[in-house]
């Protein structure tokens, strides 16, 4: 899947992968999408928690040997 824009937070624990992602969702327009590249297990739980609360879309998560890309569309 495409995306707009992206942010490593590999390395990051909970909470600043959703912080960041926050703070860069608030810079991107409607619809974009952003990529969030973690290593925290927690994010797991913790971005769609996020995009559920925030109304932003979660569009999914792909584990790759690199880490976790989790996929949000801006609202």
């Not at 810079?27 to 995009?51: E, K, N, Q, T, Y």
Request: net charge negative.
């Amino acid at each position: 899947m495409d995306h707009d824009d992206e942010i490593d937070a590999r390395g990051l624990l909970c909470p600043l992968p959703v912080l960041k992602a926050r703070k860069r969702l608030m810079s991107l327009p409607a619809g974009a999408v952003l990529l969030v590249r973690a290593s925290d297990a927690a994010s797991i739980l913790d971005m769609p928690h996020f995009c559920a609360q925030t109304g932003h879309e979660y569009l999914g998560l792909t584990e790759t040997p690199q880490g976790l890309e989790h996929r949000i569309r801006r609202a």
